[in-house]
C-alpha cells in the first residue's frame, strides 16, 4: 500500500503527521535457545496477531520446540522456548 505524502520544505508539521501515519512494520526477527542442544536460533514473528503459541524444529537437532510470543504491533515483547 503506497501512502501519499506531499511535503514542501517548509512544512515540517505535515511531514511529521505522514510519518506517523505509516504503516508499521509487523514482521520482528527474534532469537531464541534451542531447549534441547543450546543452538541460537533466529526466526521471524508476525507481531500483527498478538501472543501467540506454535511449534518449530530445531535447525540443528531437529527436536520439537514449543514457542510462545508476546507481541505488540511491530515488536516482539517476549519469547519463551521450551521442549514440546
Known amino acids: 500500500m503506497a501512502l501519499f505524502c506531499p511535503l514542501d520544505n517548509n512544512d ?22 534451542c531447549p534441547y542442544c543450546g543452538e541460537g536460533i533466529s526466526i521471524t ?6 501472543g501467540y503459541s506454535t511449534i518449530e524444529d530445531c535447525t540443528v537437532c531437529c527436536r520439537p520446540i514449543q514457542l510462545v510470543f508476546e507481541c505488540e504491533p511491530g515488536e516482539v515483547i517476549a519469547v519463551e522456548a521450551s521442549a514440546a
Open 12 to 33: 515540517i508539521a505535515r511531514h511529521r503527521v505522514c510519518l506517523r501515519n505509516r504503516p508499521m512494520d509487523l514482521l520482528c526477527e527474534t532469537s531464541f535457545e
Open 45 to 50: 514473528v508476525d507481531t500483527s496477531q498478538g
